[in-house]
Each structure stands twice: as C-alpha cells, then as structure tokens.
C-alpha cells in the first residue's frame, strides 16, 4: 500500500510504500492521532522494514491507496 502524508509547514508530502492492509494503517492513523500513543508520534514502517516517525500534530493528511505498478522499458509507438 502506498501512504502519503501532508505534513504543516512542508511543501513536500512523506510517501511510504508500506505492507500492511489499508485498514491497519488506518488503525495506527487512529491510533496515533486520539493520543494512544505516548509519545506522539505516528511510526510506520516501510516494506524495506525502514521506520518514519512524524510527529501527530504536524500532521495535515494522510492518504492510503493502492501502490502504482512501475513500469520498465520503453513503449514502442507507431
């Protein structure tokens, strides 16, 4: 799955291609954004197993979908 988030005050949003179901990465959303956590921290991880941490109350956004199928090669045109 790919997960954008909007961070304030960045031009550039944080893209994570991540292996877990769309609804466990709401869940952890959720979970980050009521306070459950005690650091305040949304921790995602990857699917190299690399952590992004962003801090909950920079966060503007956050978007989950499908990852894009990359193509490679070229495309032959008439």
């Not at 961070?7 to 949003?13: A, I, T, W, Y």
């Not at 944080?14 to 921790?43: R, Y």
């Not at 190299?48 to 989950?64: M, Q």
């Amino acid at each position: 799955m790919e997960v954008k988030i909007g961070v304030q005050h960045s031009p550039r949003e944080l893209v994570i291609d991540s292996p877990n179901t769309p609804e466990e990465i709401a869940a952890e959303v959720a979970k980050a954004m009521s306070g459950a956590t005690k650091d305040g921290l949304l921790t995602l991880e990857d699917e190299r197993g690399r952590r992004v941490l962003v801090p909950v109350d920079r966060i503007a956004y956050v978007e989950i979908a499908q990852a894009d199928q990359r193509r490679v090669g070229f495309i032959a045109g008439s």
